[in-house]
């Protein structure tokens, strides 16, 4: 059975069960901004388990795409030792809100297991939390199962919580025997193998059930839920993995592919040789996840998502380099990604060739930081000899570090790790990972000292440093910030000035409870009407006013999770933590904002009209004087389809159409055709932005009440920015009026030096070109001839050395390729000698010989300016008859041009 045929079938069979087939949530969570990824099935369904949400189903299956990478689950390290653990990986799972329970969840799981699977029964083994009689009992009634079948494990493996208040409930699971040939850590250390609960490859857990039957209160008090709901999880690999029989994930269908591409790529076996086999591993693993990630959204940076993003990427990158991989070949296996799995995931397919281009562009940064960063280890390590050697008793000794070591293992300071993050931007874990490769500790006092670094770092940077700072440190504050403050509200729909409340200052890193004239602080209020950046609009601008004091907003933005941050620069008096303060938004900068941002609308809407509906946002900038619009697209917009483009969208303008935002359902706005754009996300309610029939999008940005009001829509300009991508800049309303009239003013300039009128400018300048063309002609016949003279000057001032002529001549200015013509026509000239010319331009100096036909068995030129240029510091060589050579000392020309008759003399002999 293939892994497709897996998923297929165990949606198929839930369906057959009367459960609603759900799509797969993206992997940025709409619905819970404090989370990292979607990690599991329930995620998208956590508002209905909590009872804040309806759907119009009460069972649901999914095939859930799921990453699990740093927070709770912190598995990146793992990833690629193991043969089962994973940042990306699919999860199939049922669900019930409040209709079945535990009989039918394990009626369910049972079924599946042993008719749909057909896997053999008596493999199959259960696990129920320690006083679950119900679950005990059902295993025995549904499934038969013998009493020594079924264990009973602790809260820590078998109880579930959603959070430390909230729903949670006792889990069963269904282990997996293998057999016991395999391979068992506690067998190998003397003790008995635990059975299911043990962590070797005899037992598999293969599939989770949690009963959601409780609700926890603040002091831990459980009541039972009046509904209680079931949410199961069963990892697609892994139990693919037990299908088809083999002894890791990776060797199954759905990922086998993968490592075929990197054995083509590296051309090493799978298999072969352990280190070999981690890294392919890391590479097809973190290129699954790579590959999915990006095409939810998630772009590479140093915060938060994009921060995980990154590690995970250039890991990958690490790993490629231990198989010998130096050029780019990540963004390759990405898609492959796309190849194997873009019929079930379509957006794969959709974003295929961004993702190849951001993995590309990253793969292509992080050589530069790698090589730096390694060659700097190397050197840490070679003048390492006073790292502290491991106390006995500490960690048990492996290797000796270096051939001839004693044992007793080194430990790595923090500081080198520190200068390496520092300096290089080198990533610690990854500077962790090569120097325990190379036989060195890296431990918690390692660790302490790191973090001592950092501190000190902080202080030192303190003045000029703020909260802000794009670190995943920073990132974590505010996130504890959004979840102690709650969401703030915003006005910037409907007004531009409110009252509000200051709840939270930050400055310098801390919270503060004042602020003074001077400070510069990142304020949090409890509603606002200023817009924060996103969906490419930039944030605005504005004025707080006090009691005491008067402020201006420089910019505003979202941390965290969705926290809307303004930056406060305090012109005079101070801010209290808890004060009233009235907030303006600076109006008529926001007027720039909405006219560029319903232009980019229209814009988006005539590229899908004017070149297709291929056309995909890729990106997009919202200014308030431009706009710029990133797109896929595969050639460069002709002229002709770009002016297309312009006056539909003129078109559009002059039909003055009312720009029409309003609230609704993501399904209802999906059935209205509107388009989805990159870099936003979504909740259940969604705001949709339509102009007319011509344009509908999804959209959280300000826009105009009409396209009337952006007067003109000017391109500016049009390129390419990646393969695959294009970028449009354009203005409107008053910046296209300026850039026309600018554009005008240099025409008319142009033809005020002409005396012509403007519209004669292009036919006069055609004719000018032409003339210049024709003089330069002239003029180079005439250089000729002179230099044909010159040529013949020098020949005039040849000197006889032992019966050979030798010219030699200093002619500063001539680069190098006029240096050569001269010397060609002085040896013409010359009919037997030997010709040396130099000269210095700008501090560099060229040498140029050359030997007529005759001499050539003599006198060899390029040995001859080889010699003569060690005066000038360079060095250079050629033919027997022509040779040329560089130097950088010009001091030394004229000694040079002087040894050239000691050098024929000599040679001459
Ligand atoms: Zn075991
Ligand atoms: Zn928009």
């Not at 909230?166 to 059975?195: F, N, T």
């Not at 990854?430 to 120097?435: F, K």
């Not at 001592?452 to 910030?481: I, K, N, V």
């Not at 924060?532 to 009691?547: F, K, Y």
């Amino acid at each position: 059975m293939t892994g497709r045929q897996l998923r297929e079938g165990f949606l198929e069979y839930f369906e057959r069960n009367g459960h609603a087939i759900v799509r797969s949530a993206p992997l940025v969570p709409a619905q819970d901004p404090t989370l990292l990824f979607t990690n599991a099935g329930m995620v998208q369904f956590k508002t209905v388990f909590l009872g804040d949400e309806r759907r119009d189903y009460v069972r649901a299956t999914t095939c859930q795409k799921c990453v699990r990478a740093g927070g709770k689950h912190n598995d990146l390290e793992n990833v690629g030792r193991t043969a089962r653990h994973h940042t990306f990986f699919e999860m199939l799972g049922n669900f019930s809100f409040g209709d079945y329970f535990k009989a039918g969840a394990i009626a369910y799981a049972w079924e599946f297991l042993t008719r749909e699977l057909g896997l053999p029964r008596e493999r199959l083994w259960a696990t129920v939390y320690t006083d679950d009689d119900e679950a005990f009992g059902l295993w025995k009634t549904v499934a038969g199962l013998g009493d020594e079948r079924i264990l009973r494990l602790g809260e820590k493996d078998n109880f579930w919580a959603m959070g430390d208040t909230g729903p949670c409930g006792p889990c069963s699971e269904v282990h997996y025997h293998q057999g016991d040939h395999l391979p068992c850590a506690e067998v190998a250390a003397g003790r008995p193998c635990l059975g299911p609960a043990c962590e070797c490859d005899r037992w598999l857990e293969v599939w989770n059930l949690v009963f959601m039957q409780f609700d926890r209160n603040a002091e831990g008090r459980l009541t039972p839920l009046p509904k209680p709901s079931i949410d199961t999880g069963m990892g697609l690999e892994r139990i693919a993995a037990v299908v088809q029989g083999v002894p890791s994930n990776f060797l199954t269908d759905l990922i086998r592919p993968l490592l075929a591409h990197v054995e083509r790529l590296s051309g090493k076996a799978y298999g072969a040789r352990g280190a070999d086999d981690i890294s392919m591993r890391v590479i097809v693993d973190h290129a699954r996840a790579a590959a999915f990630l990006i095409s939810d959204q998630v772009t590479p940076s140093n915060e938060w998502r994009g921060y995980v993003l990154r590690r995970i990427m250039r890991r990958a990158m690490r790993h490629g380099r231990l198989l010998g991989l130096v050029e780019p070949f990540l963004w390759a296996v990405t898609g492959t990604v796309a190849e194997e799995m873009g019929d079930i995931y379509p957006e794969l397919v959709e974003r295929r060739p961004l993702v190849a281009e951001i993995v590309r562009l990253e793969e292509e940064r992080f050589a530069e930081t790698l090589d730096r960063g390694l060659e700097r280890i190397a050197e840490e390590i070679d003048a390492g000899a006073d790292w502290p050697t491991m106390t006995p008793g500490g960690e048990p000794v492996a290797t000796p570090p270096v051939a001839g070591e004693p044992a007793g293992r080194r430990r790595v300071p923090g500081r080198v790790l520190f200068t390496l993050y520092d300096t290089y931007g080198f990533p610690v874990d990854l500077a962790q990972e090569v120097l325990e490769e190379r036989g060195f500790a890296v431990t918690a006092e390692t660790a302490g000292e790191y973090d001592a670094e950092m501190t000190a770092q902080r202080e030192r940077a303190r003045a000029g440093a703020t909260f802000g700072a794009a670190t995943d440190e920073g990132a974590a504050a505010f996130q504890a910030l959004a979840t102690e403050l709650g969401t703030v509200t915003f006005l910037g729909y409907d007004t531009q000035a409110a009252p509000a409340r200051i709840l939270a200052m930050v400055l310098d890193g801390r919270r503060r409870r004042e602020a003074v004239a001077g400070d510069e602080v990142e304020l949090i209020l409890d509603r606002t009407p200023c817009y924060a950046e996103s969906g490419g609009q930039i944030g605005d601008t504005g004025q707080v006013t006090g009691r005491q004091g008067r402020g201006e907003i420089v910019d505003t933005y979202f941390r965290g999770a969705g926290l809307i941050v303004h930056r406060l620069r305090v012109v005079e008096g101070g801010f209290r933590e808890g004060e009233d303060v009235a907030v303006a938004v600076e109006s008529e900068r926001r007027q720039g904002l909405r006219l560029h941002h319903t232009g980019t609308h229209l814009l988006h809407a005539a590229l899908r009209q004017v070149l297709g509906t291929h056309v995909m946002q890729a990106g997009s900038l919202v200014a308030p004087a431009r706009l710029r619009f990133d797109f896929t697209h595969q050639r460069p917009v002709k002229d002709r389809d770009l002016e297309t483009i312009e006056d539909l969208v003129n078109e559009r303008v002059r039909d003055n159409i009312v720009v029409d935002p309003f609230w609704t359902e993501l399904d209802e706005a999906l059935k209205l055709g509107a388009m989805a754009l990159f870099g936003e996300k979504y909740g259940k309610r969604v705001r949709v932005v339509r102009i007319g029939d011509f344009s509908t999008e999804l959209c959280g940005g300000t826009h105009l009440d009409a396209t009337g009001q952006i007067g003109l829509f000017k391109v500016t300009a049009e390129e390419a920015i990646a393969a695959g991508v294009r970028r449009i800049e354009a203005v409107t309303g008053n910046a296209a009026l300026r850039h026309v009239g600018r554009a005008e003013a240099a025409l008319r300039e142009a033809a005020d030096l002409l005396r012509i009128a403007p519209l004669e400018v292009p036919r006069r300048l055609g004719k000018l070109l032409e003339e210049q063309r024709l003089l330069e002609k002239q003029l180079g016949n005439l250089e000729g001839r002179l230099a044909r003279s010159r040529a013949q000057e020098l020949v005039g001032g040849a000197r006889e050395i032992r019966g050979v002529a030798v010219v030699v001549a200093r002619l500063d200015g001539l680069d190098a390729e006029a240096l050569r013509g001269m010397a060609d026509a002085v040896r013409e000239r010359l009919q037997s000698g030997v010709v040396c010319l130099g000269s210095a331009t700008d501090g560099k100096v060229s040498l140029v010989s050359a030997v007529t036909k005759d001499l050539t068995g003599r006198f060899h030129a390029g040995k001859l300016v080889q010699e003569v240029a060690k005066a000038v510091g360079g060095g250079g060589g050629g033919r027997p008859d022509l040779a040329q050579a560089g130097g950088k000392n010009a001091a030394g020309l004229d000694q040079a041009l002087a040894g050239v008759y000691d050098w024929v003399a000599r040679v001459a002999g």
